[in-house]
């Protein structure tokens, strides 16, 4: 305590004694003149006048320290310090001062900022896409998911998405708090039921919209494949506990070694032959609920289906293959024998419905989106798919194919989602059909 009264001594001395010099010279002016002894005021008035200039001075100079403080402050530069040093100037108590006002707004600038980046996180963790925006239609923020859902590297305003998504660009607009919205829409990316909420907060002054923005079809998506994995995975176990001992036994009674009657014969022949057909049926089935985590590894598109084209082509006739890659040596990062099963998948799919057509063809296009992702679209035009098949196409276990078990679409989808990416239709008409996979 001796020491911070020594320096605030020391840090107010001049003033002080400027203060005491010019109400002394003030005092002995006005006794001078009342006095009779004005010859004195040439003596008492110099005196008062430089005092008054000397705290003057260091007013102005005060003045200006704080001055310079806020400028920084305002300025955002917080690297100022001011000599403390009683010793070097005489100001050091005012010094002090204003840099322990400087670390506290410093160390309130640190904790806004470790909040910000806090709540950062947590929109970037989130499943929904968040969007703020405001009535302008600027977009302050948005989060990862709300660009993946809008296939967009970058979103500054609502007006991007004017062209690619036309529905959602005027739910967005129209959208006010305490609304809900359900939108859908199609994009590169494929169809999307949009659900849209909304709230307002003022920020600086400024009222905003905090819109979330969630894809049904995703997640209904994603729960129908565990719901159909769950379901798929108690049947088969019931269904092979079943099937054996039948296989079995048939096969022991046809052969025992002695004459059977013709007709016992043929019913345990063709027990066991169903028997066989159902257990190779169920094996498929578990191939839906055992799909192993994907090991990656980069690897070119080009050389994923320059071995998918071979392996769909060999059972079928010649049908014209074109193939556009852009950049030729587009890599990506995934399990190989996984992603070539779905390219089969879907190469297969696309030859059976050309058929024999002899303008017949199917494309293969590749290229990068703005959000770096890799979008792979296979096209044919065998025709358009009936509107009643197209909304069980992914649906497992559903065909239309005599000799088909209905898990190669379903099969292939969660093959993608697994990867992070996503498979969908994208374009159904009698010219085009065109699926679509999305790879991160």
């Given at each position: 305590m ?18 005491l ?26 005196l ?7 705290l ?21 530069d917080?690297?100022?310090?001011f ?36 709540y950062q ?15 302008a ?16 590297h970058?979103l ?11 529905e ?24 999307m ?46 269904i ?28 345990l ?12 049926f ?22 994923l ?37 779905v390219?089969?998948?879907?190469l ?6 050309v ?13 990068i ?8 679209e ?25 000799d ?34 999305r790879?991160?």
């Amino acid at each position: 305590m001796r020491r911070r009264h020594s320096r605030a001594g020391i840090a107010y001395g001049p003033v002080v004694a400027c203060a005491l010099l010019l109400a002394a010279a003030s005092g002995a002016s006005v006794w001078a003149f009342f006095a009779g002894y004005q010859a004195l005021l040439i003596l008492f008035v110099p005196l008062g006048v430089v005092a008054f200039y000397r705290l003057l001075h260091r007013f102005g100079n005060t003045i200006r320290r704080v001055s310079f403080m806020f400028d920084a402050v305002d300025n955002d530069d917080m690297t100022f310090r001011f000599n403390e040093d009683p010793s070097k100037v005489d100001s050091a108590m005012l010094n002090a001062a204003l840099n322990r006002i400087k670390e506290i707004l410093l160390q309130t600038k640190q904790r806004a900022e470790e909040r910000e980046r806090y709540y950062q996180l947590i929109m970037e963790c989130a499943q929904t896409g968040l969007l703020t925006v405001n009535d302008a239609g600027s977009v302050y923020q948005a989060n990862g998911e709300a660009l993946r859902i809008f296939g967009l590297h970058r979103l500054t305003h609502i007006r991007q998405l004017e062209n690619p998504a036309p529905e959602a660009f005027r739910a967005l607009r129209a959208i006010r708090p305490g609304e809900k919205l359900h939108v859908s829409c199609i994009t590169e990316s494929g169809e999307m039921a949009l659900t849209l909420g909304c709230a307002e907060i003022v920020l600086e002054k400024q009222r905003l919209r905090v819109v979330s923005v969630s894809d049904i079809n995703n997640e209904l998506s994603e729960m129908q494949i565990e719901s159909w994995s769950k379901l798929t995975r108690i049947l088969t176990h019931e269904i092979m506990n079943s099937l054996s001992p039948i296989t079995s036994l048939s096969d022991t009674l046809l052969h025992l070694g002695r004459p059977l009657d013709a007709d016992v014969a043929r019913g345990l022949d063709t027990i066991s032959a169903t028997s066989r057909r159902l257990l190779t049926f169920v094996e498929g089935f578990r191939r839906f609920t055992r799909i192993p985590e994907p090991r990656r590894e980069p690897f070119e598109v080009r050389e994923l289906f320059r071995e998918a084209v071979v392996l769909a082509a060999a059972d079928r006739g010649a049908v014209a293959i074109r193939t556009d890659i852009e950049p030729a040596d587009t890599m990506i990062y995934a399990d190989r024998a996984l992603l070539g099963q779905v390219a089969v998948n879907l190469l297969k799919n696309a030859r059976e419905a050309v058929g024999d057509k002899p303008d017949g063809w199917i494309e293969i296009r590749s290229r990068i989106d703005a959000a770096e992702q890799v979008i792979i679209e296979i096209s044919n035009n065998g025709g358009a798919i009936p509107a009643e098949v197209i909304e069980n196409i992914f649906t497992p276990f559903y065909t239309t194919k005599p000799d088909g078990s209905g898990i190669g679409l379903s099969l292939s989808r969660r093959i993608m989602q697994l990867h992070g990416g996503s498979l969908r239709l994208t374009c159904n008409t009698a010219q085009r059909v065109t699926f679509t996979l999305r790879i991160d």
